[in-house]
């Protein structure tokens, strides 16, 4: 089952952060970590959480929404910031589960766009993402 992430989520969910930001061999501060989920649970800054459960109602994967304006269209654009799915879950349909339920919340708020990116070595995933969207031609530079 996919549904909003919850404050009485945040030990559960705290793990899955940690588990994600591990496998991208990243960190930030606790500080960090307590904000992000305060804004994905009261949904601001145009941020949204959501995460999926098994029927015992367990934890098993997270999405991060922003929504944001963008120059190119009168309507937000839906940016998936973060998925993570636990290694228990792959392969069931959850992480699939979870990019339906960020198209849907997209649709609902009238994103122009949902948009997405990840790294290169991910194949697992990017051999999900080829399935259910396509790929640009854009490269991303940051500073």
């Not at 309507?75 to 992480?95: H, I, K, N, Q, S």
Request: aromatic letters at 12%; one cysteine or more.
């Amino acid at each position: 089952m996919i549904r909003a992430l919850e404050v009485g989520d945040y030990a559960p969910w705290e793990k899955l952060w940690l588990a994600y930001l591990r496998f991208y061999r990243a960190e930030v501060s606790s500080a960090v970590t307590t904000a992000t989920f305060r804004r994905l649970c009261d949904q601001t800054d145009g941020m949204i959480g959501l995460v999926a459960t098994e029927e015992q109602g367990a934890l098993t994967g997270l999405a991060h929404l922003v929504f944001h304006p963008s120059t190119w269209s009168a309507d937000p654009y839906c940016y998936l910031e973060d998925l993570f799915v636990t290694p228990a879950a792959r392969g069931t349909g959850t992480a699939r589960q979870l990019l339906e339920a960020v198209s849907a919340e997209a649709r609902r708020r009238n994103a122009a766009r949902t948009y997405w990116e990840t790294q290169e070595f991910n194949g697992p995933a990017r051999s999900l993402y080829d399935q259910v969207a396509h790929r640009t031609s854009f490269v991303i530079y940051e500073i």
